[in-house]
């Protein structure tokens, strides 16, 4: 019966929904969750623990030291 009721909602939304889902579903972030209409909560830790965020953070730091010299 859940997997019907999935099914259902999955057709009943929009394009731009379920793009929304499909990123939340394949994100390696272990501690979301979804509080109230919009609301989505993580562990600070498992952010700024990802190679993705350490990568950013990377390069941002090359971007201010190349606007210092």
Known sequence: ???LLKKLFKLALSVEDQRVLDALNSS???????????TLT???????SSAKFKKYSQQASE???SQNN
């Open 1 to 3: 019966m859940t997997e």
């Open 28 to 38: 390696d972030v272990a501690s979301k969750r979804v509080v109230g209409r919009g």
């Open 42 to 48: 993580v562990n600070v830790s498992d952010i700024t």
């Open 63 to 65: 971007i201010v030291a």
